[in-house]
C-alpha cells in the first residue's frame, strides 16, 4: 500500500484496518487532540479542478497531524500543459513527502506514482474517487453499527464517485443496486469487475433503470450530482435525462424507514436531491462531509508516517 489510487488495489483486510484507523484517529481527535505523528512531513495537492471538502479536508488533516500542506491551484502549474506530468512528479519528489491529486484524467495519476517515489492520493479523477467511497463507508459503519449485509441505492448517474462506491461495497459485503437511466450506466468493463469482487465478499450487485425498484428495502440511499465536473455543456441534457431520478421524499418513503440518505457534495439541490430531503430527519450528509477529515488523515498516517 504505497499510493492511494483505486478501491480495488486493496483487499477487505487493507480497508478495514484503513477504517479502524480512521476511527482511532477521530477519538483521539476528539479527546485530546491528534497526536503529531506527520510533524517532519509536507503533502503538495494538485488541483486541476474545484474542492471544497477534499482540500480542506486534507489540509486539515496534515495540519492535526502536525504536518504541512501546500495548496497547488489548476491555473498554477497546469499538469500536462506548462509541464509534462512525470517532470512534475520527479521535481515533487526532492521537495516533499507525498502528493495528493486531482485531476481529469485517472492515467495522469498512474504518471505521477510511475515517477517519484513518494506516495499519490488519489483527490478525484473522471474514473474515480477512491477518497470520497472511504468516508462513506466509515459513516455508514459509524450509523448503522455494521455494513456486511446492508443495501446501498445508488440513484443517477454511473460516474466516478459511482464507480468507487460500488467496489468498496462489494469488498466491504454490501449489497449495492444502481439506477441510473438508459447511457449513463456504469462502463460495462466495470461492471463486469464489480460483479466479480462482489461474489467473491458475498454481495450482490445490481444495475436498474428503476429507482423505485433500486431504493426497495435499502438501508442507504446515495446520489450524486447529474452533471460532474468537466461535463458542463451536458448539463441541460442531463437535467431532462435524469428527472425521474431525483432523490425526493417520495422516493425516500419506499425505502426502509430508517434509511441513511447521503450525497458526497456539494449538492445542486432541486436536481437531483430535494431541499426536504438534503435537510430531512434521513439526511447524513453534513456528518458524511465531516468523515472526509477523519478518512483523510487515516490514509495520510498510513501512507506518511514512519517514511523516510
Ligand atoms: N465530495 C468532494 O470530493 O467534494 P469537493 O469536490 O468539494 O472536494
Ligand atoms: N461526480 C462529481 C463529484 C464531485 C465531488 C464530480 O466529479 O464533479
Not at 517519484?116 to 492520493?121: H, L
Request: net charge negative; with cysteine.
Amino acid at each position: 500500500m504505497c499510493n492511494f489510487l483505486a478501491i480495488d488495489d486493496f483487499t477487505n483486510k487493507e480497508l478495514k484496518t484503513l477504517l479502524k484507523l480512521a476511527i482511532d484517529l477521530k477519538k483521539e481527535y476528539f479527546s485530546n487532540g491528534n497526536k503529531p505523528i506527520l510533524n517532519d512531513k509536507t503533502l503538495a495537492m494538485i488541483f486541476q479542478k474545484p474542492s471544497l471538502r477534499t482540500r480542506v479536508s486534507f489540509e486539515m488533516a496534515m495540519h492535526h497531524l502536525g504536518g504541512k500542506a501546500i495548496y497547488i491551484s489548476p491555473s498554477e502549474i497546469e499538469l500536462g500543459k506548462r509541464e509534462s506530468v512525470a517532470d512534475v512528479a520527479k521535481v515533487l519528489d526532492g521537495y516533499v513527502d507525498g502528493i495528493m491529486a486531482r485531476v481529469f484524467q485517472y492515467q495522469q495519476l498512474i504518471e505521477l506514482a510511475e515517477n517519484t517515489t513518494i506516495p499519490v492520493i488519489n483527490g478525484l479523477s473522471n474514473y474515480n474517487h477512491p477518497c470520497q467511497a472511504l468516508g462513506d463507508i466509515l459513516t455508514i459503519m459509524e450509523l448503522k453499527s455494521r455494513v456486511e449485509g446492508l443495501k446501498l441505492a445508488f440513484v443517477g448517474d454511473g460516474n466516478n464517485v459511482a464507480t468507487s462506491l460500488a467496489k468498496i461495497c462489494a469488498l466491504m459485503n454490501i449489497n449495492f443496486t444502481i439506477a441510473s437511466p438508459k447511457g449513463f450506466e456504469l462502463n460495462k468493463d466495470i461492471i463486469n469487475h464489480i460483479k466479480t469482487i462482489s461474489s467473491d465478499n458475498q454481495a450482490d450487485f445490481l444495475q436498474v433503470s428503476n429507482p423505485i425498484e433500486a431504493v426497495s428495502e435499502a438501508d442507504i440511499i446515495y446520489t450524486d450530482v447529474w452533471t460532474s465536473m468537466g461535463q458542463e455543456q451536458e448539463k441541460e441534457s442531463r437535467r431532462q435525462l435524469f428527472q425521474n431520478y431525483q432523490v425526493n421524499q417520495m422516493l425516500v418513503d419506499k425505502a426502509k424507514s430508517n434509511v441513511i440518505v447521503m450525497h458526497d457534495l456539494p449538492a445542486n439541490r432541486g436536481e437531483e436531491i430535494t431541499e426536504e430531503v438534503a435537510d430531512g430527519s434521513n439526511s447524513v450528509i453534513f456528518h458524511q462531509a465531516h468523515n472526509r477529515l477523519h478518512s483523510a488523515k487515516a490514509i495520510l498516517y498510513h501512507l506518511l508516517a514512519n517514511k523516510q
